[in-house]
């Protein structure tokens, strides 16, 4: 008897930017006027390569923002939202601490899916994709929407109290914000090949939001980033190598095999850090944060919208997650 191996895949993509642009210089400016700090000009730009990136209005939340990329990609899938089943907001940021995000994504878009929300820091919309494919594998759903939005500017310490406070908010200067989302389900060939995980968790406390858990309930002082962005990077680089060179062995495929590998991306000088390390073809990036800033889990859902349109059935498309806690996570698709 043939037995056929069941195959999951990405069917549809959708991504949402808001409509305020702010470049560098303007973000400086504000955050050396709000301190009384005399920064050099250009130096937010000099020191991460980022030229501009979105900013949420106010009204504009991260359920505004996966709620954009949701209508987008069921559009695109030609999908009414009563045709899901599973709904999986997956994100570093949320709208509120209860319920689910995933319930005020729903309640707008109109769905009747089981709902819920999945977090783990930049490495969360991977993390939700694998989730949904694990459970269509499980019989547990048919058809998922996994959704993200990311508003880390209100996260980012526009007046900082002096140079200390000004230096352990740095990294947060990177942020932009963004939504994405796709559909996740089954496939008749191609889909998700392979996924594999790196997870380093003694290094928890090197970069993060302390605020809104039971360790720190309130208090705007805990409700900023903090992080050292060196840190986290020599993290990456000491466990990142292990992780590309266990999917090559197992899956047989060198950066030749890829049409696309899009990477989460923090600076541009970090970027380039990453290809000189792994040597992946630059080309065969799509770099974003040039333009958008450093945009969380939302990062490689907006590249895999930017280039969805010309990829084929039979393309693959590596997908490189780096996220806070510290995790390293992989996907390996294939176009149906």
Same mark, same amino acid.
């Given at each position: 008897m043939d037995l056929q191996i069941p195959r999951v895949g990405i069917t549809s993509v959708g991504a949402c930017l808001p409509a305020r642009v702010l470049t560098s210089q303007q973000l400086q400016d504000e955050v050396a006027g709000g301190t009384g700090l005399r920064l050099p000009d250009g130096m937010f730009e000099?020191?991460?390569?980022?030229?501009?990136?979105?900013?949420? *209005?106010? +009204?504009? %939340?991260?359920?505004?923002l996966a709620l954009g990329a949701a209508r987008q990609a069921l559009d695109g899938a030609g999908l009414d939202p009563l045709d899901l089943d599973l709904l999986v907001f997956a994100s570093a940021t949320r709208d509120v601490c209860e319920p689910a995000t995933a319930h005020l994504v729903q309640a707008e878009l109109g769905s009747r899916a089981h709902a819920f929300d999945l977090s783990n820091a930049c490495n969360s919309f991977l993390n939700g994709i694998d989730t949904a494919r694990a459970m269509i594998l499980a019989g547990r759903a048919r058809r998922a929407l996994v959704v993200t939005g990311e508003t880390?500017?209100? !996260?980012?310490?526009?007046?900082? +109290?002096? /140079?200390?406070?000004?230096? !352990? +908010?740095? *990294?947060? %200067?990177?942020?932009g914000d963004a939504g994405a989302a796709v559909v996740v389900e089954a496939v008749e060939r191609g889909g998700i090949l392979d996924v594999e995980t790196e997870t380093a968790s003694e290094h928890w406390a090197v970069g993060g939001i302390p605020g809104g858990g039971s360790r720190h309930p309130r208090g705007d002082e805990y409700s900023y980033f903090r992080g050292g962005g060196k840190e986290l990077r020599g993290v990456f680089e000491r466990i990142g190598g292990a992780i590309l060179g266990r999917v090559a062995a197992r899956t047989g495929l060198g950066w030749d095999a890829y049409a696309r590998v899009l990477v989460h991306q923090v600076t541009l000088p970090y970027l380039e850090r990453f290809v000189e390390l792994t040597?992946?073809?630059?080309?065969k990036l799509v770099v974003t944060v040039d333009?958008?800033?450093? /945009? *969380?889990? !939302?990062?490689? +859902?907006?590249? /895999?919208?930017?280039?969805?349109?010309? /990829?084929?059935?039979?393309?693959?498309v590596l997908m490189v997650g780096l996220?806070?806690?510290v995790s390293l996570m992989t996907m390996v698709w294939e176009v149906s």
């Open positions: 000099k020191a991460t390569g980022i030229r501009t990136r979105h900013f949420a *209005a106010d +009204g504009e %939340y991260a359920s505004t880390p500017s209100r !996260a980012m310490r526009r007046d900082p +109290g002096g /140079l200390a406070e000004f230096r !352990a +908010g740095f *990294a947060g %200067y990177t942020f040597g992946v073809p630059a080309e333009s958008l800033g450093n /945009l *969380a889990s !939302a990062t490689i +859902g907006v590249q /895999l919208e930017r280039i969805r349109s010309e /990829l084929r059935t039979g393309d693959r996220g806070g806690g």
